[in-house]
């Protein structure tokens, strides 16, 4: 096992990381920008270092730093949380030149499922279900060709793409005409590749993802769905497991595909399979091959530490549980606590004057807050996550009501005020919303008075 690892990130997520670590018995190394100074997480490691200015590209993105750092502290291993390095094949590979072990996959599993039109044909390959759509990239006469045979309306997509930037929907050929030279200048603009792809377009999907474990013997697990169709503009606000349009059944037929796929491709650690859902069925749109977000929810109703089983893989340890031995327990809902207006997105930063958060029963905060604590401009307006856990998805519900109306955090908006509209809506109440569901309800939202 390793004795110390730099965790090459901040925020709860770096916070996340280190508690595993501590419990595990192993040293962690944080590392930091000038603008996180009194950060928790710079605070609450064994050891930290300062990696450069607020920028992050500069800090938080320097490759060369972080290394530099990991080397200067003789750590043995390097987790790189979420967002940053943590999909950067590159990295990966420099990490892993330089005789430590990135707490990930390979860097070519990396770069297979960062190439999303490789992606979709890998997983189509190993048998589960995709998007209706060209194989690859398109010119004006196969897009025109292929978009009759798909049916109309279609989605334009940028190879290079994801995250939902770049795609333009076309209902007939003219727009299709059209919209395929605005997403090649687009792209070409935002990830230097105009290569597009189309599939066909789905309406009023969900957006349900399966949890992946698997070891580097070819062992792979499910660990369930979490449901992430409550977002805006591509940022999830809600995720719950399981998802109220799944049952048993239907969990576990998408489930077994999914890590047979996996483990086929011989991929180790955690990972995320996403689909857009609609009409029971699943069509796979991208893999992420990072602990995600929202990873508490299925920690919560399955028990398990996706940090410790992420680090025991990555030690080449095997899996040390089979897919009979995953029991899911109760429902779990998280909500992202946001620094910033709901309304526009536009970051609130400032300094939290008070701070008191939620506790009691099946109630967990994840989150880099205190008291006094300066929430920098410069990063991700991700301040807490909030996840409750109870037998049924009411309980939750009321246990996310409880818990949301006893969070106290002074000196900047939140978006809590709009979590706790969310949870006391009846649609939300029945399960019934899908990924456009969110931008409906803003329209006609208002943040209450102070
Ligand atoms: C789609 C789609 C409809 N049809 N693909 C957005 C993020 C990217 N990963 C895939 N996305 C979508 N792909 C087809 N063929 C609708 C979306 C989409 C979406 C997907 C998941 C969650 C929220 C979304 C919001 C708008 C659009």
Redesign the pocket.
């Known amino acids: 096992m390793f004795d110390k690892i730099l965790i090459a990130n901040r925020g709860e997520i770096a916070l996340r990381v280190i508690r595993t670590c501590r419990e595990m018995g192993i040293q962690t190394v944080a590392v930091h920008s000038t603008a996180d100074t009194d950060a928790m997480h710079a605070r609450l490691a064994d050891a930290s270092v300062c990696i450069g200015p607020p920028a992050a590209s500069d800090s938080y993105l320097n490759k060369v730093a972080i290394l530099a750092a990991a080397e200067i502290t003789g750590a043995d291993a390097i987790h790189p949380g979420y967002g940053f390095l943590s999909e950067n094949a590159d990295f990966a590979e420099m990490v892993v030149e330089h005789g430590l072990t990135f707490i990930g996959p390979t860097p070519e599993h990396i770069r297979m499922m960062g190439d999303k039109v490789v992606a979709k044909a890998t997983m189509r390959q190993l048998g589960v279900p995709v ?1 209706p ?1 060209t194989e690859g990239q398109v010119d004006d006469e196969v897009a025109a060709r292929a978009a009759r045979e798909i049916g109309y309306p ?2 334009i ?1 940028a190879v290079a ?5 770049g ?1 333009i929907v076309a209902q007939d050929e003219d727009e299709l005409l059209e919209g395929l030279q605005l997403a090649r200048r687009e792209a070409q603009a935002g990830f230097g590749d105009n290569r597009v792809y189309l ?5 009023r ?1 969900r ?1 349900i993802e399966i949890q992946i474990l698997a070891d580097e013997y070819g062992h792979c697990i499910h660990l369930g769905e979490r449901d ?2 409550l ?1 805006r503009r ?1 940022q ?1 606000l809600v995720e719950e497991a399981p998802s109220p349009a799944l049952d048993d059944a239907g969990r576990q037929a998408i489930g077994e595909r999914v890590s047979r796929a996996i483990g086929d491709l011989g991929y180790r650690g955690v990972g995320t399979v ?1 689909f ?1 859902y609609e009409e029971g069925e699943f ?1 796979f ?2 893999m992420n091959t990072r602990l995600q977000v929202e990873h508490p929810v299925t920690e919560m109703i399955t028990g398990l530490d996706l940090v410790r089983a992420q680090i025991e893989v990555a030690a080449g340890r095997p899996l040390g549980m089979r897919q009979q031995d995953i029991r899911f327990t109760g429902h779990a809902i998280e909500c992202r606590i946001n620094a910033e207006d709901p309304r526009t997105l536009l970051p609130t930063p400032g300094t939290v004057q008070t701070y008191h958060a939620p506790g009691g029963p099946g109630v967990r905060v994840d989150s880099a807050l205190y008291a006094g604590a300066k929430v920098p401009p410069y990063y991700d307006s991700l301040i807490a996550k909030l996840i409750v856990h109870d037998r049924t998805r009411e309980d939750c519900l009321h246990r996310l009501q409880r818990a949301l109306a006893e969070y106290v955090i002074a000196g900047l908006p939140t978006g809590i005020p709009l979590l706790q509209a969310l949870a006391e809506d009846a649609d939300f109440a029945k399960g019934n919303y899908h ?2 569901w969110l931008t409906e309800f803003l329209a006609t939202w208002h943040p209450p008075a102070e």
């Open positions: 998007v759509g279609v989605l997509k793409g994801g995250g939902g930037r795609m599939e066909k377009y789905l309406r999907p957006h992430c169709s977002q591509h999830k996403e857009l069509y749109i991208e990924t456009g």
